[in-house]
């Protein structure tokens, strides 16, 4: 009934009509309820967004696709992905859903090997945090490898309450390997041989080129790997499924297990599918409970906090710095599907930026790179020599791998912090040539040439190296090793004789990396960030900001000198026509790539190292 004050028909304040009596259609039922403009519920739209304003929340992850880290650095990179979560938004997210009262919940997707082993020390971190705050944790997975390695997303969803596994799937719980192939006999079949100079035992890039198996160095680096990985991965399971380190350790003789044998053995809490487990989130969130991903979760907060806080633009802050990929001379690239390179140019403009804005109090330069050009890694251990000399501290943050080129551009850091799985270390040097003499002259090929100068065939494939040469060479090998390790040594405060037992080029984890003085702290960017902090004497809630800040039109605009904003962004790489792929191995890129040598330079961590 209408209210007297204001009959039906009337016009309220504001233009509404307040409701007369229901009319009745001619088949004698009520007429729908009103709607408004274009089909608009008020109350009903109403009530909904007031729901989700204030329904308890459950965040979802999918770990799956993989976790890129720092930021896009070229539009069509930002547009490949737009879809994916990084790693930042995960850690700032949960860390924010910690003290939020509407999220009750965290149910992720875990599986597949596309996540490093550092990278996933960090996410388990987070969520171990995030549960100690009382809210629940649940991993599922379709299945932990299918007729493949799973040991990785298993030791992630361990960081979580409860782990369910599809009926269907397995737990590829197997143990860690190191495995290489060797070419040497094969190559010797043909004619080809292969000539490489190395600094010194323990560095194997050629190794395969030149040997029939693991080399005594060889072997023992990459046993202690094996070993210390498989240390920490047993460590976890015994810690969060209640067994004791050794049985933990048998679980990995006897794997990999089927569904119903992963529970029996207590490895998983239940098996089902993703809808079963949803339900049993669902209810144990609360009657009403909605889904939201981390990253989507992440960002709107992080907007709404930025909204209602009013800009300061003498704020100080941590800058970070993403040093990314295989290191080369010249800018950093990105391939048309994403992956690409480290440029020393890119990243010392990045550097030289952070360290002449007066509003940027320290660096978090976070490191995920194997190595490259030696030229190229000096160029950039300079510029944070250079940040750290005008009274800004650096602490370096390590990500999956940060070994050889990798560790070079780390070691001025004034902190070095590194997950336990961290690859690390490779502090030695490498170089050589195939070659093809043989081979031409078994197929009946001959060659000639007209040179100038004594040394101007040296590094043509056609004849090995003569005694001079191989002078020329060693003697350039000794500067480079020799200036790594006394850099080296001065960095991490070390006397040169401990640093010169450290390196040799053996590889490291970061927790044996730590253990030798290689590496500081043990931890990830949340580490690193409060050490930042701490260093520059900024307070704990300080921010931290991706420097340099480039808009889509800096990434797009020619910079106007080495030294502008633009400088710092990558370039779009579609091929390596030029040789550009193998810059950092200088005039013998062509050897280099013929020979199947890593690509970036003689300062390149051996082989492809993948935890799985």
């Known amino acids: 009934m209408a209210d007297a004050k204001y009959p039906a028909g009337s016009i309220l304040p504001g233009g509404i009509h307040p409701p007369g009596p229901p009319s009745i259609s001619p088949d004698g039922t009520p007429p729908a309820a009103p709607r408004g403009l274009a089909g608009f519920r008020p109350v009903t739209e109403i009530s909904r ?296 140019d890119t990243v010392a403009a990045a550097l030289r930026s952070a360290r002449s804005d007066e509003r940027v109090r320290a660096v978090l330069l976070r490191v995920n790179s194997p190595g490259g050009s030696a030229v190229a890694s000096d160029t950039i251990w300079r510029e944070v020599v250079r940040i750290r000399a005008a009274g800004k501290p650096v602490v370096v943050s390590m990500s999956d791998v940060a070994a050889s080129g990798g560790y070079y551009i780390s070691m001025a850091a004034d902190v070095i912090v590194a997950q336990p799985g961290t690859i690390t270390g490779s502090i030695g040097v490498i170089i050589g040539k195939p070659v093809f003499e043989e081979a031409l002259g078994r197929a009946g090929i001959t060659t000639d040439s007209v040179a100038e100068g004594a040394r101007a065939r040296m590094f043509a494939p056609t004849h090995p190296f003569t005694e001079d040469e191989w002078d020329r060479i060693n003697a350039w090998l000794d500067v480079v090793y020799q200036d790594f390790v006394s850099k080296a040594a001065e960095g991490r405060r070390m006397p040169a004789e401990r640093m010169g037992e450290l390196a040799r080029g053996r590889v490291w984890t970061g927790a044996d990396a730590a253990a030798n003085g290689l590496v500081d702290v043990l931890g990830g960017m949340a580490a690193a960030a409060e050490i930042a902090r701490r260093r520059a004497g900024l307070p704990a809630d300080a921010p931290l900001r991706i420097w340099p800040r480039l808009t889509p039109l800096d990434q797009l605009r020619p910079p106007e000198s080495s030294e502008d904003r633009p400088a710092a962004a990558a370039a779009l790489d579609f091929g390596f026509a030029d040789g550009s792929a193998y810059w950092g191995w200088g005039p013998a890129w062509r050897l280099a790539a013929h020979a199947g040598l890593p690509p970036y330079g003689p300062l390149i961590l051996p082989g492809t190292w993948i935890i799985t």
């Open 49 to 344: 967004l007031r729901q989700r304003q204030t329904a308890p929340l459950i965040l979802e992850l999918d770990l799956t696709e993989g976790v890129p880290e720092g930021p896009a650095t070229d539009p069509l990179s930002a547009v490949m992905s737009l879809r994916k979560v990084r790693l930042p938004d995960i850690l700032d997210g949960l860390r924010r859903a910690r003290h939020d009262d509407r999220v009750r919940a965290l149910v992720a997707k875990v599986g597949g090997g596309r996540i490093g082993l550092a990278r996933m020390q960090e996410i388990r971190e987070a969520v171990a945090s995030f549960r100690e705050s009382g809210k629940l944790t649940v991993a599922w997975a379709e299945s932990f490898g299918e007729f493949t390695h799973g040991n990785l997303p298993y030791y992630l969803a361990t960081a979580f309450d409860r782990i369910y596994l599809q009926p269907s799937g397995s737990l590829g719980l197997t143990g860690v390997a190191v495995e290489q192939l060797f070419l040497h006999d094969a190559l010797a079949k043909v004619g080809v041989g292969f000539q490489s100079a190395k600094r010194y035992e323990y560095k194997t890039a050629a190794d395969s080129l030149t040997e029939r198996g693991f080399t005594g160095p060889a072997r023992e680096a990459a046993e202690r790997l094996a070993v210390s990985v498989v240390e920490q991965i047993s460590t976890a399971i015994a810690e969060r499924r209640g067994k004791t380190v050794e049985d933990a350790r048998a679980l990995l003789d006897r794997g990999p297990f089927l569904a119903a044998d992963a529970l029996a053995e207590g490895l998983v809490d239940e098996l089902g599918y993703r809808d079963e487990v949803y339900r049993a989130v669902r209810k144990a969130a609360g009657r009403g409970a909605i889904l939201q991903y981390v990253g989507r979760y992440q960002k709107v907060h992080a907007l709404t906090q930025r909204a209602r806080r009013m800009p300061n633009p003498r704020e100080r802050f941590v800058a970070v710095v993403y040093a990314s990929g295989p290191i080369r001379q010249g800018r950093s690239s990105r391939g048309p599907v994403g992956a690409g390179a480290m440029g020393s």
